[in-house]
């Protein structure tokens, strides 16, 4: 059961990206392929990703369903987040607790604010293309980790 202190974090529109291990896994064995003096590719850094953002929160919700578990209905604010983000790091860190607190403002941020980022010099300079779309990685993640819901 998920906690109850679980919390939607912003407006719940924001886009982020994801990607499937095995187009990882793929993007790296290209971007080796492509590592030859004077390449395109040398020296550069690519993002790789699905190349379509997702929303975070529908996304989220999509895990704890494939868990059968249900969805994150309570949601807080990004300023409130953040405020609470910054309290639990300096408790954290005056009680000298070793674990990560359960809210930072880094987190708060990246729940609450789309990132995702152009991988068309991915495509161009390394050929790469995700070969698992995301429903289809989701369907695999579903099979890999849980028990379909009774």
């Given at each position: 059961m998920p906690s109850r202190r679980n919390r939607r974090v912003g407006d719940g529109k924001n886009l982020i990206d994801t990607v499937y291990v095995e187009?990882?896994?793929?993007?790296?064995?290209?971007?080796?392929d492509a590592l030859l003096p004077g390449s395109a590719a040398a020296g550069r850094a690519y993002f790789i990703s699905?190349?379509?953002p997702v929303n975070c929160w529908q996304w989220?919700?999509?895990i704890l369903a494939l868990a059968g578990l249900p969805p994150v209905r309570k949601s807080i604010s990004l300023p409130a987040a953040r405020r609470m983000g910054a309290v639990f790091e300096i408790a954290y860190r005056l009680l000298r607790l070793g674990?990560?607190?359960?809210m930072t403002r880094f987190l708060?941020?990246?729940?609450?604010t789309s990132h995702y980022f152009d991988i068309?010099?991915?495509?161009?300079d390394l050929g790469y293309r995700p070969k698992i779309t995301t429903a289809?990685?989701?369907?695999?993640?579903?099979a890999a980790c849980w028990p379909p819901p009774s």
């Amino acid at each position: 059961m998920p906690s109850r202190r679980n919390r939607r974090v912003g407006d719940g529109k924001n886009l982020i990206d994801t990607v499937y291990v095995e187009n990882a896994a793929d993007a790296h064995l290209l971007a080796a392929d492509a590592l030859l003096p004077g390449s395109a590719a040398a020296g550069r850094a690519y993002f790789i990703s699905q190349g379509e953002p997702v929303n975070c929160w529908q996304w989220i919700d999509e895990i704890l369903a494939l868990a059968g578990l249900p969805p994150v209905r309570k949601s807080i604010s990004l300023p409130a987040a953040r405020r609470m983000g910054a309290v639990f790091e300096i408790a954290y860190r005056l009680l000298r607790l070793g674990s990560e607190p359960p809210m930072t403002r880094f987190l708060a941020a990246q729940l609450a604010t789309s990132h995702y980022f152009d991988i068309s010099r991915a495509r161009q300079d390394l050929g790469y293309r995700p070969k698992i779309t995301t429903a289809e990685g989701m369907q695999r993640l579903a099979a890999a980790c849980w028990p379909p819901p009774s």
